[in-house]
């Protein structure tokens, strides 16, 4: 019912900032809410920040005030805006849509995120 695909990815140094994007395709997505998630090697996957349909927002804490979740519900798309980035952000990073906490999810791609210098 929705496709994602993510784009933005890339290699950055400390500090440095990149945009993600989770472009959608499908009917009603602006009714789906949509969380951000990364996974580094070894590692657990981890929630990021969340947008609701109504546009609330909510964040981990070791993301708060660094990153920024948004939504175009005209152009389908979620936005993750990420600054002052650190190395401990490197991560394969995903997007999720979800309509409610009980209903099957839609995940996109996936997009590599690499801070180093």
């Known amino acids: 019912q929705v496709q994602l695909v993510e784009s933005g990815g890339g290699l950055v140094q400390p500090g440095g900032s990149l945009r993600l994007s989770c472009a959608a395709s499908?009917?009603?997505?602006?009714?789906?809410?949509v969380n951000w998630y990364r996974q580094a090697p070894g590692k657990q996957r981890e929630w990021v920040a969340s947008?609701?349909?109504?546009?609330?927002?909510t964040y981990a804490d070791s993301v708060k005030g660094r990153f920024t979740i948004s939504r175009d519900k005209a152009k389908n798309v979620v936005f993750l805006q990420m600054n002052a980035l650190k190395p401990e952000d490197t991560a394969g990073y995903h997007c999720e849509a979800v309509r409610t906490s009980g209903s099957p999810a839609y995940w996109g791609q996936g997009t590599q995120v690499t801070v180093s210098s």
């Open positions: 499908g009917s009603n997505f602006s009714r789906y809410h």
């Open positions: 947008i609701t349909t109504g546009d609330s927002t």
